[in-house]
Each structure stands twice: as C-alpha cells, then as structure tokens.
C-alpha cells in the first residue's frame, strides 16, 4: 500500500491520460499494421518489375511503422497501465483486472505475431492469404470492445442484450468487411477477363473476309 503514497495528488490523471494515448497509438498502428500486410501479400499478385517495387516500399512502410509507432504506443500503454496499478494498488485484486490483464496478455501476443508475420512477408515465406489476414485484423477489435467495456464496467460487467447487441453489430461489421473483399476480388477478375477478350486480336479469317 505504500506505493500508493508516494505519487503526487495528480499522478493517477497524468498516468491515465499517457495510457490513453498510448492505447490509441497502440490500436492504430496494429490497425493498419495487417493492413499493409494484406497489400504486401497481395502485391505478389502482379508483374515481377511491379511487384518487387512495391513489395520493398511495403517492406519499408511496415518496419517503420511498427518501430516508429505501434511498438513505441504499446510501450507507454503498458508503462502508463503499471503506474496506474501502483497509484490503485487495490485494483491488482478485483477480478475484472485480472479479466483485462488476460486480454492485454492476448493483446501482446497479437502483437508480436504481427512481428513474426512482417519478417515473413519480407522473406517471402508468408503462407497467411489476403483473406486470412483481413479476418485476423479483425481480432483487436473484439479484444478493444471487451478491454474497454471492462474498464468502464468493472465488477457490473453486463451481459444483458445490449452487450450481445453490441457482439453482433462487431461480428457484422467483421464479416461486411470479408463481403466487400470477396466481391472487389470477384469484379477484378470479371474486369480483368473482359479486358482479355477485348484485347484478342481478331482471327485471321475474319480479317480476310472483311478485306474480301
């Protein structure tokens, strides 16, 4: 308990707002982070000069930003989390941090599989599809819904139908998302096939009959 003393009256305010800034930090980085891990994955697609050009400014983007922005946001989320431990020691023994924490752990492991996926793209050894990786940069999304609500809820955690509500309108969102890429990928290939018969030059015997 003594740790709860030695802050200044202001820490708790000073430490909450750093963690909040570190968490949006954190989530938008991760956000776009797989994102740019769909593109590189998807650029593999197209022709070798193009491809390779793009893949290396790819491979550039996501180490910049998950050393520039996404580690540095997760590491003041996790400083901040632990000064506000030792200013509210008591919160260490309530079961909804103990809930948190476990969610967080999930969090950092995302995290750094997010690392080993981006040393495998840059290596070529990616196995994880476009679609895969849509469906896995889902994942912090659900795991921002159920840390935040627990942070506000606390013990009174609901689980009426307005929790479920708000599981459902997630899991829609989620799955418009995956929609969306199915069809886009189904209209390029329906543009790409149309382009192709365009582009068929015309048979050498209708040619001569129109000249006839």
Do not use: D
């Not at 968490?23 to 938008?28: K, L, M, Q």
């Not at 793209?121 to 896995?136: F, I, N, Y």
Request: hydrophobic share 55%; aromatic share 12%.
């Amino acid at each position: 308990m003594l740790l709860a003393f030695i802050w200044p009256p202001e820490a708790y305010l000073w430490f909450k707002t750093l963690h909040i800034v570190g968490v949006v930090v954190w989530f938008a980085g991760l956000f776009y982070l797989v994102r740019l891990f769909i593109y590189h994955r998807e650029a593999a697609e197209l022709e070798p000069p193009i491809r390779v050009a793009f893949e290396a400014q790819y491979a550039v983007m996501e180490r910049r930003l998950a050393n520039i922005i996404t580690t540095p946001g997760m590491v003041v989320a996790v400083a901040m989390a632990v000064g506000l431990l030792s200013v509210n020691p008591a919160w260490i023994h309530q079961g909804w941090m103990h809930a948190k924490l476990g969610f967080v752990a999930a969090l950092l492991a995302y995290h750094a599989f997010c690392y080993r996926l981006m040393g495998q793209l840059q290596r070529g050894t990616c196995t994880w599809s476009g679609r895969q990786l849509r469906a896995l940069n889902e994942l912090p999304t659900l795991l921002l819904v159920v840390v935040v609500m627990l942070v506000v809820f606390k013990n009174q955690f609901p689980t009426g139908a307005a929790t479920w509500f708000l599981v459902a309108l997630v899991i829609a969102m989620a799955a418009s998302i995956q929609f969306y890429a199915r069809w886009r990928r189904l209209r390029s290939e329906k543009e790409a096939q149309t382009s192709l018969k365009a582009a068929m030059p015309v048979r050498e015997g209708e040619g001569s009959g129109a000249t006839g």
